[in-house]
């Protein structure tokens, strides 16, 4: 080692001081922004447990109207099996008064049936809706806690390389080769 190598190697202490400092008020703010980025995960799953309920409720109420569509559907295929036979109908055509008065009957109640299948219709697509909505909210939480997580990951790793350049800073210390 020649004299010359030596003293470059040892830098003004007012240079290094500044350097100290930088690299301290590097890390506190790389420490700051990875304290950001655990809260968000901390918030980005507090938030997916109040989803994950709401979830459940909006399966609980498609469960529900699917069902009452369904019942209602059955109901108005079973009346359509139980429709008057060809006598009625026979009957009916020659204006028996009480065939007439059973095939209008059955007619009605068909209406009625078929207007009860319809009437369920609007609640099974809100309630799909309603679903969707929370599936693709779940799904943006999900990925914002996985960009938080990455973020975290980064930023750790930020934070050890800012502490051992500093630690190679501190008088005393050797720098690391």
Do not use: K
Not at 4 to 20: F, H, S, W
Not at 26 to 54: F, M, P, Q, T, W
Not at 144 to 150: D, M, Q
Request: glycine content about 4%.
């Amino acid at each position: 080692m020649t004299a010359e190598n030596t003293t470059e190697n040892q830098e003004d202490p007012g240079v290094l001081r500044a350097r100290r400092t930088a690299l301290a008020d590097r890390l506190a703010a790389l420490r700051d922004s990875a304290n950001a980025a655990y809260a968000a995960i901390s918030g980005a799953e507090a938030e997916l447990a109040v989803i994950a309920a709401e979830r459940v409720t909006a399966e609980r109420a498609l469960r529900e109207a699917v069902t009452e569509r369904a019942a209602a559907a059955r109901s108005a295929a079973a009346h359509q099996r139980a429709r008057p036979g060809a006598l009625a109908q026979l009957a009916s055509t020659l204006r028996a008064p009480r065939a007439v008065g059973q095939l209008a009957r059955w007619r009605q109640q068909q209406a009625a049936l078929d207007a009860a299948v319809t009437a369920a219709d609007p609640p099974v697509a809100a309630a799909r809706r309603a679903l969707a909505e929370v599936r693709e909210e779940f799904a943006a939480q999900v990925r914002a806690r996985g960009e938080a997580a990455t973020a975290l990951r980064r930023l750790t790793a930020q934070c050890a390389a800012a502490q051992a350049e500093l630690a190679a800073c501190l008088p005393g210390d050797v720098p690391p080769q």
